[in-house]
């Protein structure tokens, strides 16, 4: 789907939205229960539209409306307006459904009639999603290459520090297990992935060719999942687990909630066995609640970052129950300092200076090959882990594979738990070996 043009009016429209939010925040006309601590209200003229919070930005026109199960496809093909476009989130079963207003009609009606509608859950804004803040790399230095012959594969201290070697001795993982990688596109000509590609979907223009239009998505799919010791450039974790791309973000690294929730529902119904989403943010609308929790009840593992601000705020989708939220480490086994912490992170990563593949048509530097800085560079890494705890244990359920993960890391930090580096660091090998626990 394009992005619709924004208009004067649908300004207008965001302007009054913002004028009118609650300054208070947190209460429940209607009967309507709160949610969450800071959810709250946002009223466009008498519609109640529920938000988590009121101060985050959301798309100008745009709402997603979540109708009961069984809702009668008549009934909602009647809630549907003449001023506005319609499109099913995801899988249509699920009822979620993104509306787009005509900019120039006014939607306080429709709206309030579908808030009204006995068929619909909720209606809420549509939100902005982002890559977290790129970090700030830090030197790091060059370590023995026993391993794989890729040429770069020296310079890839993350295998070094989380004993890959060993690990794939093991296990390489199997080409049956697919890592989604929700982001903003791949390329998928890179000569590092082109034989690692799935079928993936562009969700944010709505066709089959998700290309990277920026370069986070290429390097964190190169992290997962490159092809390794092919002679040519760096390793992944999971060196024959195969990488499926889905495009939510745009060339800007900029998306929407009901773009992220899309794919993820994608992902979960073409075949991916883990998720990895280097992306998020304090938003956490039903729409990407729902989404995650579809995922989780068909058995695939969620994994996605904890974010970038360094402090102890709540990145989701990271935060939700189920996820493992992975925060960044150093070559040191230090928590990066830009890594966020709280009692929600399972596991730590390395995510500090990390090599891994850009796009080879990038002509802003960031091509071919290069290092960034991230909890989004970790979150891959754990993903790949991920992968070869299925390959290793195709029995496993979802719990059963995070629980693995959770026992087979190297405690870092404070003794046992910490709520900086969770359990404590990914160690490959340990991870394909039958946990204690
Ligand atoms: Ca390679
Ligand atoms: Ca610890």
Redesign the pocket.
């Known amino acids: 789907m394009k992005r619709l043009a924004v208009s004067a009016m649908t300004l207008l429209t965001a302007a009054s939205l913002a004028a009118c939010q609650s300054p208070q925040g947190n209460f429940a006309p209607n009967g309507s229960a709160v949610r969450a601590a800071g959810a709250g209200q946002v009223h466009l003229n008498k519609v109640s539209i529920r938000v988590q919070n009121p101060n985050l930005p959301t798309v100008p026109g745009e709402y997603v409306v979540r109708y009961k199960p069984g809702a009668a496809s008549q009934t909602r093909s009647l809630a549907r307006g003449q001023n506005m476009q319609v499109a099913a989130i995801g899988n249509p079963t699920l009822g979620m459904e993104l509306v787009k207003f005509d900019p120039n009609v006014r939607a306080d009606a429709t709206l309030e009639a579908l808030r009204h509608d006995p068929n619909v859950l909720y209606v809420e804004p549509n939100f902005v999603e982002k890559l977290s803040p790129e970090a700030v790399g830090e030197p790091v230095p060059a370590t023995r290459a026993a391993g794989p012959n890729?040429p770069m594969f020296a310079q890839q201290y993350a295998h070094q520090v989380s004993n890959s070697v060993a690990g794939w001795q093991i296990n390489q993982g199997s080409p049956n297990v697919v890592i989604a990688v929700i982001d903003t596109g791949v390329d998928i000509h890179h000569p590092?992935l082109a034989a690692k590609i799935v079928q993936g979907r562009d969700i944010v223009d709505g066709d089959d060719e998700p290309i990277d239009e920026h370069y986070h998505g290429t390097h964190c799919a190169g992290i997962a999942a490159?092809?390794?010791n092919?002679g040519?450039?760096?390793?992944g974790f999971a060196p024959n687990v195969r990488v499926m791309p889905v495009r939510v973000l745009d060339a800007n690294g900029s998306g929407t909630s009901a773009d992220v929730a899309a794919g993820i529902i994608w992902a979960t119904d073409h075949g991916a066995k883990v998720i990895s989403m280097s992306l998020g943010g304090p938003s956490n609308p039903s729409v990407k609640q729902e989404a995650v929790k579809y995922a989780l009840s068909h058995d695939v593992v969620v994994v996605a970052a904890a974010g970038n601000n360094g402090d102890g705020s709540m990145t989701f989708p990271g935060a939700q129950d189920g996820v493992i939220c992975v925060a960044a480490t150093d070559s040191k086994d230090k928590r990066a300092s830009f890594s966020q912490f709280g009692k929600w992170v399972s596991v730590s990563a390395p995510g500090v200076g990390i090599l891994s593949t850009f796009p080879t048509t990038n002509t802003t530097g960031k091509k071919d090959y290069g290092s960034i800085s991230g909890t989004s560079m970790a979150t891959p890494a754990v993903a790949g882990v991920v992968a070869l705890i299925r390959s290793q244990f195709p029995t496993m359920n979802r719990e059963q594979v995070r629980a693995q993960l959770e026992h087979s890391v190297d405690d870092i930090g404070d003794p046992g738990y910490d709520i900086y580096t969770g359990f404590g660091r990914i160690n490959v090998a340990k991870a394909l070996t039958p946990a204690r626990f």
């Open positions: 890729d590092d490159a092809s390794t092919n040519i450039g760096v390793a």
